[in-house]
């Protein structure tokens, strides 16, 4: 059983940057490869797949919306991932959800994650 707690979202302005963290608790990290991946929901539309990276962190996906501005990254000897965010526009504006999935592999699907975090919201003003 894993435990995912999201921090890190806020307000910024268009173009600006945040940093959203994502902390597993509840078993050692890297005894078992869990990929983690990051979703993000905005009002009235469907939940969409950001950026997901492997358990071994050597592989990493990312939606053509975010792709050259943000960059997931884990340290597994902290329990974290992170998604930086850069050059931020207000169609990002969404609240951020990190998930985990046993399994080294990656993948882009929300069913293919069990585990959950509450989420954090992003909001970015023009």
């Known amino acids: 059983q894993l435990q995912l707690v999201e921090s890190g979202g806020g307000l910024v302005q268009a173009g600006g940057s945040l940093r959203l963290s994502c902390v597993v608790s509840?078993?050692?990290?890297?005894?078992?490869?869990?990929?983690v991946g990051w979703f993000r929901q905005a009002p009235g539309k469907e939940r969409e797949f950001v950026a997901s990276i492997s358990g071994s962190g050597r592989t990493t996906y990312y939606a053509d919306a975010v792709k050259g501005r943000f960059t997931i990254s884990r340290d597994n000897a902290g329990n974290t991932v992170a998604l930086q965010m850069n050059s931020l526009k207000p169609e990002d504006t969404a609240v951020y959800f990190c998930?985990?999935?046993?399994?080294?592999?990656?993948?882009?699907?929300?069913?293919?994650?069990?585990?959950w975090g509450q989420g954090t919201q992003v909001t970015v003003s023009s």
């Open positions: 509840g078993r050692a990290f890297s005894d078992i490869n869990y990929a």
């Open positions: 998930a985990a999935r046993r399994s080294n592999w990656p993948e882009t699907k929300d069913y293919e994650y069990s585990y």
